[in-house]
């Protein structure tokens, strides 16, 4: 079966640190990659999607970057955190290919930006 | 521009009882619609979806309805359960590539003993 892992749980950093949230797939090959945030009190913005290594865009100009590595890792990275980075920070995957599917997530990473 | 809608930030019903959620959508590209359910530091969990080309799909207790001409697809819960107490989130997909699901702002359900 599929599993989708996300580290760390939990992070406080200060403003001005980088940051990497990773994200690894198991169990599947070739997969889409998201990550999504949710910011207080907000629904989930998708932030980067990828449909394979190398191969990412973004949907939101931002303070952050993504990375995918390797097909199954997908890595969310800042040089300098704002404040308003804090959230939720969701990592999902799919069956890649055309139509529509569901989206599975990770148990997601919460950042705090102080 | 938010394409997808949930109105509603809060519903609370008694248990046993039915529960409606709401979602609204703009956009007439959106062609797969879900509905998934998260409880507080967790990710989201998929619920259940609905093709455009229909307009009721079931699973247990639970039902989704969609009204392609008012743009609107509605998740009903009978009977609701206190277990079914989290945020559910609307989303769509449609329009561009990577599958990606653009979100409603979720609606919180309080099932009440």
């Known amino acids: 079966s599929q599993t989708i892992h996300q580290w760390p749980a939990t992070l406080v950093q200060p403003v001005g640190s980088p940051l990497s949230l990773e994200c690894t797939v198991e169990g599947t090959s070739n997969p889409n990659l998201y990550w999504y945030r949710q910011a207080a009190g907000r629904g989930l913005q998708l932030l980067f999607y990828s449909i394979g290594i190398d191969q990412i865009s973004s949907e939101v100009p931002q303070n952050l970057s993504a990375s995918r590595p390797q097909d199954r890792q997908f890595i969310l990275s800042s040089k300098k955190l704002l404040l308003s980075d804090s959230g939720f920070y969701l990592c999902a995957w799919s069956v890649r290919g055309h139509g529509a599917n569901v989206l599975t997530f990770g148990a997601g990473s919460r950042l705090t930006v102080l | 521009d938010q394409q997808v809608k949930q109105n509603s930030p809060s519903l609370s019903v008694q248990e046993g009882r039915i529960s409606i959620l709401n979602c609204d959508y703009t956009?007439?590209?959106?062609?797969?619609f879900l509905w998934y359910k998260k409880y507080p530091a967790e990710g989201p969990t998929f619920l259940i979806s609905?093709?455009?080309?229909?307009d009721k799909n079931e699973d247990g207790r639970f039902t989704v309805f969609l009204n392609k001409s008012a743009k609107h697809l509605s998740l009903h819960i009978v009977p609701s359960q206190p277990g079914d107490s989290a945020v559910y989130f609307c989303?769509?997909?449609?329009?561009?590539?990577?599958?990606?699901?653009?979100f409603g702002t979720g609606t919180q359900l309080k099932v009440e003993l």
């Open positions: 956009n007439s590209m959106f062609d797969y």
């Open positions: 609905i093709s455009s080309i229909k």
């Open positions: 989303a769509a997909s449609g329009t561009g590539g990577g599958n990606k699901l653009t």
